[in-house]
């Protein structure tokens, strides 16, 4: 952790392989070329880089006005879905030496290379550049493999022929990596799934493997399925209209919920008026958010609890395995900008595969697409254990 002292000597010093300046936040590309280039760490000093925001390159003070909605942008970049997995990062405002800047600290990741857009950037000395093949190797080789998050850790008993290879290759390589980085460095197949965070240090699939390349998820993970209830009333005793168990990977189960919203939300044309209006009972793009949100948050590491999806005539409830995690607590559930993942490797595998589209939104979405549809605001019960969610039908 740096302190006080040494990010004034950082300041003062000049531009190296740990310290970035800019005078605005305009070239808000190469900061994040810098903070993903500090995230790797490639030297391994094992040291947080700097980027001081508001100093030029000759150590003046830009004056650049440094407000809350500057100081906001800046924290937003982790986790708005460029970068994956998330670089661990800071922002404050600091004066130092009369000269007011916004200083971006950060922290050498345990879980490399981490990307940007796809691309792994690195620095060395004043050079900033895309990795190359032998420096991807390193930086998948300094891997802190008991550091890692659950979702990218080796599942023991697994092994290669246990995920779709050619699945990997066709679908989701295509999705992950830009054809420019691949046509660029011929890597191996072994290769491209170690960067990928898809086998461990010791050639083991990952979970993130099994659960979005595996031929049979299940068998490794007895919990990861949805159980799906239509209900021919307003009650869990009354009768059941359908009932469906969706097996297969996680894109698989996916793709399912979203046929069956499709299938199962009633729509109704409204004439009369202006104009013609068709309604809906409910926005499928906010039970499309919801039914993410359930299975990229949801624990596979402590529960065999499937996910729930009850369709009432009223009201669809969703109920997610494992409650809360990291900074998102009972009390902060639902608060904007308070955001974390219990399953980060499997976040960039979905974003890879556009299941998602930026992180940290998705409540917004379902607040949006509720009002605008006239349906009541989904009402959000978290518990240690497990999240529950109800929407209302419109009325």
């Known amino acids: 952790m740096l ?26 590309d190469r900061i994040r070329q810098a903070i993903c280039a500090f995230a790797n760490d490639l030297p391994n000093y094992r040291k947080a ?18 407000d809350d909605t500057l100081l906001t942008t800046l924290s937003s970049w982790r986790s708005d879905g460029n ?19 916004a200083v971006v600290v950060v922290e050498p990741s345990d879980n490399t290379p981490v990307r940007l857009d796809g691309r792994v950037w690195i620095r060395v000395g004043p050079r900033r ?25 080796g599942v023991p008993e697994a092994a290669l022929e246990n995920i779709d290879l050619v699945r990997f290759e066709v ?31 010791k050639g083991r699939p990952t979970a993130t493997a099994i659960l979005v390349l595996g031929k049979r998820p299940q068998e490794f993970f007895p919990g990861a399925y949805v159980q799906v209830l239509r209900v021919a009333g307003l009650h869990l005793t009354d009768d059941i209209i359908d009932q469906r168990e969706l097996t297969g990977t996680v894109p698989d189960q996916l793709r399912q919920l979203d046929e069956l919203a499709e299938l199962w939300v009633a729509r109704t044309t409204i004439v009369g008026g202006a104009k013609r209006a068709d309604v809906t009972t409910y926005p ?50 639902g608060r904007p900008g308070i955001t974390d993942y219990r399953n980060p490797t499997l976040a960039e595998a979905l974003k ?41 039908r419109r009325a």
């Open 284 to 333: 499928v793009a906010a039970l499309r958010q919801l039914f993410r949100n359930a299975l990229l948050h949801r624990t596979y590491q402590s529960s065999n609890a499937p996910a729930r999806v009850t369709w009432y005539d009223d009201r669809i409830e969703i109920q997610s395995p494992g409650g809360p995690f990291g900074q998102v607590t009972i009390e902060t559930f």
């Open 129 to 153: 550049a895309v990795a190359s093949a032998e420096e991807e190797k390193r930086l998948t080789e300094k891997r802190k493999s008991r550091d890692l998050p659950y979702d990218a850790q």
């Open 171 to 201: 679908e989701y390589l295509a999705a992950a990596v830009p054809h420019d980085v691949l046509a660029e460095n011929q890597r191996s197949r072994d290769e491209q799934l170690r960067a990928l965070r898809l086998v461990d240090e």
């Open 352 to 392: 890879a595969l556009g299941f998602v589209e930026r992180f940290g939104i998705g409540l917004e979405i379902v607040r949006k697409a509720l009002e605008e549809n006239g349906n009541p605001p989904a009402e959000f019960t978290p518990l240690a254990n497990y999240v529950h969610v109800t929407v209302r």
């Open 83 to 101: 970068f994956q997995p998330f670089p661990v990062m800071s922002v404050k405002r600091m004066t130092i030496d009369a000269c007011e800047v």
């Open 3 to 28: 302190t006080e002292r040494d990010l004034i000597e950082l300041f003062r010093s000049a531009e190296s392989d740990r310290v970035e300046r800019k005078e605005t936040i305009s070239a808000a």
């Open 49 to 66: 880089g700097v980027v001081f925001v508001g100093q030029c390159d000759d150590l003046t003070c830009a004056n650049l006005k440094i």
